[in-house]
């Protein structure tokens, strides 16, 4: 049971370049969300969504798109990458009880 | 949103007992008291849920007073591998853009 699947692991983009992180739960979860955690705070929401085609933002959306057109993955695009957005981003897939959370993503823009 | 207030840090020995109480007075009625361990480069792990008096499980108890207003996290004889950021979240069973992660509380636990 492989839970929720980021990908990748590290990434290194130029400012301006755009890029997928990529998210799949195979839990079966109509919840899905993004996060992204900066050194030494706590985690923002950026997108979530509660079903296959249903998307709404979070605390911190601009700069990043997303789309969910299966149960199973929730892609979060950067459209025009800056440095600001440099950070660790978390997926999470959410039961009736918890979220689990994927091994996240660690993005630095340059 | 409820917002959610957690000592910033903690200091604590193996063997002891923690608590770590988290306030969070605009707590609504249809909203729920999750509690989040984070390690080090790994995403925040489920550890307790509860909506009122006391809820226990295997790794910890969870005791909320009948107003609800706060909440108290137990950790019972803790280990050095229990060194982690604790998170109090307030929202819908989902959390889904219901509720947020504060700043948590960062746990040290000491030989």
């Known amino acids: 049971n492989a839970g929720v699947t980021q990908t990748p692991k590290f990434q290194v983009l130029k400012t301006g370049q755009s890029m997928t992180l990529q998210c799949a739960q195979d839990?079966?979860?109509?919840?899905m969300s993004w996060y992204r955690q900066d050194p030494g705070m706590g985690l923002r929401l950026i997108h979530y969504s509660v079903g296959a085609g249903i998307t709404d933002q979070g605390e911190v959306p601009n700069g990043y798109n997303v789309s969910r057109s299966t149960t199973e993955d929730f892609p979060l695009r950067l459209l025009s990458a800056a440095p600001s957005q440099t950070s660790v981003y978390f997926c999470?897939?959410?039961?009736?009880?918890?979220?689990?959370f994927g091994q996240g993503t660690r993005l630095t823009v340059v | 949103l409820a917002k959610t207030t957690q000592p910033i840090s903690m200091d604590s020995y193996e063997g002891q007992e923690v608590n770590i109480t988290c306030s969070h007075n605009n707590i609504a009625t249809n909203d729920y008291i999750t509690w989040y361990q984070q390690f080090p480069s790994q995403g925040p792990r489920f550890i307790i849920q509860?909506?009122?008096t006391k809820v226990t499980n295997e790794v910890a108890s969870l005791f909320i007073p009948a107003d609800r207003k706060s909440s108290t996290l137990s950790l019972p004889r803790v280990s050095l591998s229990d060194t982690a950021v604790y998170y109090c979240?307030?929202?819908?069973?989902?959390?889904?853009?219901?509720?947020?992660f504060g700043d948590g509380t960062t746990l040290t636990v000491k030989p």
């Open positions: 839990m079966n979860h109509e919840y």
């Open positions: 999470a897939s959410s039961g009736r009880t918890e979220a689990f």
């Open positions: 509860g909506y009122k």
């Open positions: 979240l307030v929202g819908e069973w989902t959390n889904a853009g219901k509720s947020t």
